[in-house]
């Protein structure tokens, strides 16, 4: 039964799919409506407007790049610091929350953190684009 055996490259490629392409919507409105919202939430956080940015390159450089599977490692590693950056400027208050459903407030994004995280430690995969470096 060959089609029962464990395929964790499959399973890496839904874990990429999954986590880039969502991600990646996010950074689509962003690049359709703009980061004026970011750039009010940065600089009333003591930082130079152009942080802001930044969000381009953790919500549609990065998820581009862990889809394909180019640089997962690296890409992954800046998405998890994008995750983390927002939450601590938009999110901190909810860390110890819990939503009104029984959940966990942040868990959308902590499942896009601790995902890109397992990428970090695992690569993309053999179904990736480059698979052949370190950072890969």
Known sequence: ?????????????????TVGGLMLL???SKLM?????????????G???????????GEVVT????IAGLCTRGAAAIFAF???VATLLVHSNMIFTLSDQGGWALELLGLY???????????GGKYAVSNKYIWD
């Open 26 to 28: 996010h950074g689509i």
């Open 1 to 17: 039964m060959k089609y029962l055996e464990k395929n964790i490259d499959l399973g890496l490629l839904i874990i990429r799919l």
């Open 33 to 45: 409506h703009g980061v004026g919202f970011i750039e009010q939430i940065v600089t009333s956080a």
């Open 63 to 66: 998820p581009i790049l862990i």
């Open 82 to 84: 994008n995750c983390l």
């Open 113 to 123: 953190f601790f995902g890109a995280i397992a990428l970090v430690f695992t690569g």
């Open 47 to 57: 930082l130079p407007h152009f942080v802001a940015y930044g969000v381009y390159v």
